[in-house]
């Protein structure tokens, strides 16, 4: 790659000649997780296109680039979005080409450049036209929407905004990318986490069949990961990592194959396949040896991944101390992991977690854990709201364990039966027992 590669920088006359392969280099940097390189490659062309925005930008910036897109928006049906005229500006054209392929990496290594890339990609796309890229930017802002400014609604509807205009553009080779970003950051906010496994699965096929091997891969290691938090038996899920781990060696996708194997050690230290639960350290992955190597990337998604799973097995094996530790730790990587299904694993088992050391902190630090319980519970409650599906249990449990260790047991009753009743019997339930009743059935 990098022989011909040279070969056309050096005959190309124009750097318009150069973008794909700009494209393909980029590609490579992100299967070898090189992605501040691929960074630093992307900024610079894209400067040179006259796409420019500050590589450190302050919160005030990232807000005026939003506002723009929002006053572009004003006035238009997000689905007539669809019937805009095609872009034909080449320059243009690279500009969308380049913003999506360096797209991942942002998103990885540089999370604080996600709204101001995707914004600029949607902005561009409404005044010279859509391309077919164009669908990428619009669930690329969908995942914005839904993870940074809280308007789950209309990040929904952009993202089936991208679905349909791949699908009238027929743009196969988009579905892996769009279906990897709608999945993951967008339909779990509307939609059962579970419907996602389908689609995801297919995608990666998809992937391998049109040469994304980059988002083909990232669709099966996503596939794994919602596999493991919606209960999928665990000897089968281990057995298919295995072989999605063999195929992504063979693959060379080296970036996705880390992510890949920390789903994957987890799921096998539920089996026993560690002498520690909760260290990710056996047959897949080995904390010790890739934290270095995450931090040397900037991974921060790999960072998040790994310590909301290490915070989810103590809380299993009910080291609640070590999970505090753990959530401390993931925390600070949040913003690698924006709009997934880790942000509200994250608030789940931490607020699991302080509830369950409450009994052993000092009273000035039990006022703080309930202080910072009811700020997860809170989101857990609003999430809840489109998704009761995936979320709704959540903030009962949390409820019922807060009620617990402050002596409430009836309460805590309450909630926990709530809790194992479907959302709409509970509505009904309500309505035909008096609160004298209610409450002898709790008991």
């Known amino acids: 790659m990098e022989h011909f590669a ?3 920088l050096q005959q190309a006359q124009t750097l318009l000649d150069r973008v794909k392969v700009y494209q393909v280099k980029l590609e490579a940097y992100q299967a070898q997780n090189q992605d501040l390189t691929a960074i630093q490659m992307a900024l610079s062309l894209l400067e040179n296109l006259e796409f420019t925005f500050s590589a450190s930008p302050q919160l005030l910036e990232v807000q005026q680039e939003l506002a723009k897109t929002q006053t572009n928006l004003a006035g238009k049906q997000i689905e007539d979005l669809i019937d805009l005229p095609q872009m034909s500006d080449p320059e243009k054209l690279a500009v969308m080409k380049i913003a ?4 991942s990496s942002i998103y990885i290594a540089a999370p604080q450049l996600l709204p101001i890339l995707v914004s600029k990609q949607v902005n561009l796309s409404i005044r010279y036209g859509n391309t077919s890229l164009s669908a990428f930017a619009y669930v690329n802002y969908g995942l914005i929407l839904c993870g940074v ?4 609604e209309t990040g929904y509807q952009f993202g089936r905004l991208a679905l349909n ?3 009238k553009l027929q743009k196969s080779e988009l579905i892996p990318r769009i279906t990897a970003v709608f999945s993951t950051a967008i339909g779990i906010w509307q939609e059962p986490v579970r419907n996602s496994l389908a689609s995801l699965q297919s995608a990666y096929q998809i992937g391998l069949e049109m040469g994304d091997l980059y988002y083909g891969t990232t669709c099966a290691y996503l596939y794994s990961f919602h596999s493991a938090f919606v209960g999928k038996e665990l000897a089968n899920l281990a057995a298919e990592i295995t072989a999605y781990t063999h195929a992504f060696s063979k693959l060379k996708q080296q970036n996705t194959l880390n992510y890949l ?3 994957g050690q987890a799921v096998l230290n539920l089996l026993g396949g560690s002498e520690n639960a909760y260290f990710l350290q056996g047959e897949l992955y080995d904390e010790s040896i890739m934290i270095p190597q995450h ?3 900037n991974d921060r998604y790999a960072l998040c991944a790994l310590y909301v799973n290490k915070l989810y097995l103590c809380c299993l094996f009910g080291e609640y101390h070590q999970a505090v530790a753990n959530a401390n730790q993931a925390q600070e990587y949040l913003d690698g992991a924006t709009a997934t299904l880790l942000v509200p694993l994250f608030h789940f ?7 369950g050391i409450y009994h052993t902190v000092a009273i000035s630090e039990q006022q703080q854990i309930l202080i910072r319980v009811t700020a997860r519970k809170t989101k857990m409650q609003q999430w809840a709201e489109h998704a009761p599906m995936n979320y ?3 903030f009962y449990l949390i409820q019922a364990e807060q009620h617990r260790i402050q002596g409430f047991y009836l309460e805590a009753m309450d909630f926990t039966i709530a809790r194992s009743l479907r959302l709409e019997n509970i509505t009904t339930l309500m309505k035909k027992l008096s609160p004298m009743n209610w409450q002898q059935n709790s008991i």
Do not use: N, P, R, T
């Open 349 to 355: 088992y931490d607020a699991l977690a302080h509830l």
């Open 165 to 167: 205009l791949a699908d």
């Open 392 to 394: 709704l249990h959540k």
């Open 149 to 152: 400014v809280g308007e789950i």
């Open 295 to 297: 931090q040397s990337a």
């Open 6 to 8: 040279l070969v056309v």
């Open 100 to 103: 999506s392929s360096i797209f």
């Open 261 to 263: 194997k920390i789903y």
